[in-house]
């Protein structure tokens, strides 16, 4: 069998120019000789200085680097069939805001596998639903229920599923899907229990704390229960409040996720404003902030209610209607 006729320095680098710049300036063995870049001419460019070797598998074509280069080589150099999962797989997929400490890459449980250093593999009897456009990663919705399952507390779990709906990096409803049929696997408990409420929040404005859960933190924290859904006239028009304490200027408004989306910020000012100018005090309370620390937020309402207002409560039988997250 004929020896492959060694390529000129120009036709390599003319072949593998396509790689370079939509693979962050690696390229993988197996591309290059279907390229017909051979191993010998891969050595020749790697012993001359112009390409380096990045482990096994990996090759960089000696152009800058991209911000996705340690992607490309943590899935190469992990083993056959791996991809991006969990907190890299959301970035890859577009989210900002986030940046996980390594890389969480999943692989087939048979297949060979070794350690890449800032990696994290996770062997699978079967493998997560994927795209395999630009590095292979986990599909976001599948990635968001796997980063929860690692993340480093309940805080940092709620927040990134708060930016992938945020971010539109999925649907409400697909993510919503994906948690109950894999959430069960992928999340242990009791921080399952806790995210359990923060999805439904993130997922749909209807299952919101609102202002059942505003009363469930007064009875827990012991003052008085607000009147809730309070009409009020302003020069803007009708609105209503979500919690107000009789002959005490305090509004309490709980936002959900719909009050981050488009416009929905400016409306929030114009009506808080309003109600500030009408000469009463408001606290505005993040459903989430309920979820995650309701301690803090209930501690400035004792504080702006002050001591003369606070009212000791019994707990009764009702409160067994208090929001599973806000429970002792």
């Known amino acids: 069998m004929a020896t ?59 152009v800058a680097l991209g911000p996705r280069a340690p992607w490309w080589t943590a899935v190469w150099e992990s083993g056959g069939g791996a991809v991006l999962d969990g907190a890299a797989a959301l970035v890859a ?29 996770h062997l699978r009897s079967a493998m997560p639903p994927a795209l395999s456009a630009g590095v292979p990663r986990v599909r976001p919705e599948v990635a968001a229920i796997h980063a929860c399952g690692w993340s ?39 921080r399952r229990t806790t995210l359990d409420h923060i999805v439904l929040d993130v997922c749909d404005g209807a299952h919101s704390l609102g202002e059942l859960d505003v009363g469930a933190l ?10 809730r859904q309070v009409v009020r ?9 979500d919690a107000r304490w009789k002959d005490h200027p305090l509004v309490v408004e709980v936002d959900g996720v719909q009050h981050t989306k488009g416009l929905a910020p400016i409306d929030d000012a114009l009506r808080q404003n309003e109600v ?28 702006a209610l002050g001591p003369r207002d606070m009212r000791v409560v019994v707990a009764t039988s009702c409160d067994n209607d208090t929001h599973p997250a806000l429970r002792d």
């Open 276 to 303: 500030t100018l009408s000469n009463d005090r408001v606290l505005r309370i993040p459903v989430l902030g309920l979820r995650l620390r309701p301690d803090e937020f209930g501690s400035q309402l004792v504080r």
């Open 218 to 227: 007064c009875r827990r924290i012991g003052v008085a229960a607000p009147e």
């Open 93 to 121: 997929h577009g989210l900002t805001g986030f940046f996980p400490a390594q890389i969480d890459v999943s692989l087939p449980r048979n297949n060979r596998r070794r350690h890449v250093n800032g990696t994290r593999l």
């Open 4 to 62: 492959p006729r060694r390529l000129t320095r120009e036709e390599r680098q003319r072949r593998v120019a396509g790689l370079a710049e939509t693979q962050d300036g690696l390229a993988h063995r197996r591309q290059l000789n279907a390229l017909g870049v051979s191993h010998a001419d891969v050595r020749s460019e790697v012993r001359a200085g112009r390409w380096a070797l990045r482990g096994r598998h990996t090759i960089h074509l000696g």
């Open 152 to 190: 480093r507390s309940d805080r940092e779990a709620a927040l990134i599923l708060c930016l992938v709906i945020q971010q539109r990096l999925t649907t409400p409803a697909r993510l919503l899907e994906q948690w109950q049929t894999r959430a069960a696997k992928a999340v242990e408990r009791p």
């Open 233 to 241: 006239t302003l020069p803007n028009g009708r609105i209503y409040l």
